[in-house]
Structures are given as C-alpha cells and as structure tokens.
C-alpha cells in the first residue's frame, strides 16, 4: 500500500554534512508520522526523528541540535550537520498509515558513513 524509497546517504568526513530524502507512494494521504530511524552494526534500530502530518517533530537526544528533519506531504527529508562516528549506520525511512489498523512501512535502506 505504501513504498518508500530513500535516496542521499554516503561517505563523508567527521564535522560533514548529509542530507536524506524518502518519497513515499501509493497511499500517502494520511500518513502520519513519517521519519528516520537507524540501524548501526551489532545494533538495534533507534529512532532518529519523526514528523507529524502538522509538523510536529520528534528528536533523539543524540541527535539534537545536528539534524532537521523536513516534511512536505509524502517527501521526507533529513539534513545532518555535525555528523560524527557514532552516527554511521543504515538509515531507514519510516510511515504509519492508519486504515482499519495501524501499518508500519519501512524503506529499504541508505548507508550513511562518517569516517576519515
């Protein structure tokens, strides 16, 4: 019912900045939140940040002041700044859509490295 597809993630030296983006398809009129979350090695998957469908936001501890985390109807984006070593991991895009239940629905995936 909902795809997702993220796009932005790479290589880039401790103090870098990244920007993410997911676009959502299918059915993305009430999605709500959308957001990112992370997957470090050995690890299990972490909230980065979430966005409501009005704009509220939701940020982990670690990652606040650093990233922002962008809505503009089923496109996602999250700009990074300050980036370190710990925040290298798989990011993975994030939407809940309510029909007659809640559904999750996840992207597949985009490297993010921070290493010099």
């Known amino acids: 019912q909902v795809q997702l597809v993220e796009s932005g993630g790479g290589l880039v030296q401790p103090g870098g900045s990244l920007r993410l983006s997911c676009l959502a398809s299918g059915r993305v009129l009430n999605l709500d939140p959308m957001g990112w979350y992370r997957q470090a090695p050995g690890k299990q998957r972490e909230l980065v940040a979430t966005?409501?469908?009005?704009?509220s936001t939701n940020y982990a501890d670690s990652v606040k002041g650093r990233f922002t985390i962008s809505r503009d109807n089923a496109k996602v984006d999250l700009q990074m700044h300050s980036l370190i070593p710990e925040d290298t991991a798989v990011y993975y895009c994030y939407a809940r859509l309510f029909t007659s239940q809640w559904n999750d629905y996840w992207g597949q995936g985009t490297q993010v490295t921070v290493s010099s």
């Open positions: 966005i409501s469908r009005g704009g």
